[in-house]
């Protein structure tokens, strides 16, 4: 959020962690408004972590969707270099992938790749054209 939206440090804060919680719970129309009102897209966490990649991870298909149509950038890894589509084939997210996929998210990237997680948790089968 930038200086001109009239919050202290310590507001800006608390509003990116309510939104990074929103994320978490898939509260999706919430996060929509929270970016009208000029919440960056892209935040994230002090891990890196941005809404996309908690949506991604807890398995939220459609807040997933929404982030990426207001502009989320679906190949942002987090400080452990992890990608969302990796994170949401660990969890067994199968929607959550469809999604990330159709968005072009890169299956190539991270720690470890979008494949190697497929392999490795069995689920190659989503990433089949």
Do not use: W
């Not at 959020?1 to 310590?10: D, Q």
């Not at 608390?14 to 897209?41: K, M, N, Q, S, Y």
């Amino acid at each position: 959020m930038t200086s001109g939206a009239g919050l202290t440090p310590e507001q800006t804060e608390r509003v990116v962690a309510i939104a990074l919680d929103l994320a978490r719970e898939g509260r999706t129309e919430a996060l929509r408004e929270f970016v009208a009102h000029g919440l960056p897209v892209d935040v994230c966490d002090a891990a890196g972590n941005t809404l996309l990649m908690l949506a991604a991870y807890h398995g939220h298909a459609d807040t997933v969707r929404a982030l990426l149509e207001l502009g989320a950038d679906p190949d942002l890894r987090n400080a452990r270099d992890q990608s969302p589509v990796a994170g949401a084939l660990f969890k067994g997210a199968d929607d959550v992938v469809a999604v990330l996929r159709r968005a072009g998210a890169d299956l190539d990237s991270g720690t470890p790749t979008g494949r190697a997680a497929a392999a490795l948790f069995g689920r190659a089968h989503l990433l089949q054209e």
